[in-house]
């Protein structure tokens, strides 16, 4: 196993960053939070201007957010960047986080890692869950931060243990390579469970292997299957590949011919190549291939019908 490789923004990492609003209850009883909750979004902006010229971080930070999503008044990602700065110098965590990222991305601003780094370590003091995330990242890759797989894993914990998937997903496969922590293949699972619960594909899918293979746990093949086969009905490609052959086995579940072939050519389509299931499927009746097509075609139109989800 190894670390999740996300699509590689800013920092070479996954940023994950969800609404720089601070969620606190003096927020949510504040006039221009409450116009931005109902939608009321140039009331929220003209409410928070007067104040945040006042030096109301929390009024800054949301017009940090109004411009940078264009509500209410044209996106302004320099504007954003600004707000957001003014409210993080004063210690608005939420603000520090959503300017970290925006140095991270070179949004709004000149890209500067070190500067992101510095501003996630800030958010991440303060308690703030996806900072936490991202700094964990930061100590992994070792670029901005010394590598420290130990660091890494207790900014992971911290996270997870609030509910953050990906620190979940991450935190399970530090465990089952022992970097950072002691190896534990049962808290290895453990993590990955509570990932995959949450609907997290690539932790469905290695929560698969290891029931499979019976790693932290007895093999248990069925429930194995039934965790490829959430993560492959969501497009995920190499759960789909995992999911063709257990069907051409008949392991976990019952064998079925046409449904390891569609399983396999969905898989196939998306980059996951098998040599043995390309030859399972030249030995199968032209009726069953096309029946598997027709299967393919119905698998598809209903994921593009909004009835399945992303790969990732």
């Known amino acids: 196993m190894k670390l999740v490789a ?34 009321y ?20 930070t949301l017009l940090g957010e109004l411009y940078a999503k264009g509500l209410g008044i044209p996106k302004d990602m320099e504007q954003a960047v600004w707000w957001y700065s003014q409210a993080a110098v004063a210690g608005n965590r939420e603000a520090q986080f959503a300017l970290a990222l925006a140095l991270a991305r070179g949004e709004g601003t000149d890209k500067d890692e070190e500067k992101a780094a510095g501003w996630f370590e800030a958010a991440a003091n303060k308690g703030h869950v996806e900072a936490h995330y991202n700094l964990a990242l930061i100590y992994v890759e070792g670029e901005h931060r010394r590598r420290d797989m130990a660091k890494a894993a207790e900014l992971l914990a911290f996270a997870a243990e609030r509910g953050h998937t990906p620190s979940q997903y991450n935190l399970a496969l530090l465990y089952g390579q022992g970097e950072g922590l002691p190896r534990d293949m049962g808290k290895a699972l453990q993590w990955m469970q509570r990932a995959a619960e949450a609907g997290m594909p690539l932790a469905e899918v290695e929560l698969g292997v290891m029931l499979f293979r019976g790693e932290g746990t007895e093999p248990d093949e069925k429930e194995a299957a039934r965790w490829f086969t959430r993560a492959a009905e969501k497009g995920n490609p190499v759960a789909q590949n995992r999911l063709a052959r257990l069907y051409a086995d008949g392991r976990g579940v019952e064998m079925d011919p046409v449904e390891a072939a569609k399983w396999h050519i969905l898989a196939r389509a998306s980059g996951v190549s098998d040599a043995w299931l390309d030859g399972y499927l030249g030995s199968l009746e032209e009726e069953q291939v096309e029946e598997a097509e027709q299967r393919v075609e119905e698998w598809a139109s209903g994921l593009s019908m909004g009835l399945g989800n992303v790969i990732f």
């Open 41 to 60: 979004y140039l009331t929220a902006f003209r409410s928070a201007l007067e104040r945040a010229q006042d030096g109301d971080s929390a009024a800054q």
């Open 6 to 39: 996300f699509v590689a923004i800013g920092i070479g990492l996954f940023l994950v960053g969800g609404p720089a609003l601070a969620q606190d209850d003096s927020t949510a009883r504040d006039v221009p939070y409450g116009a931005y909750q109902r939608g």
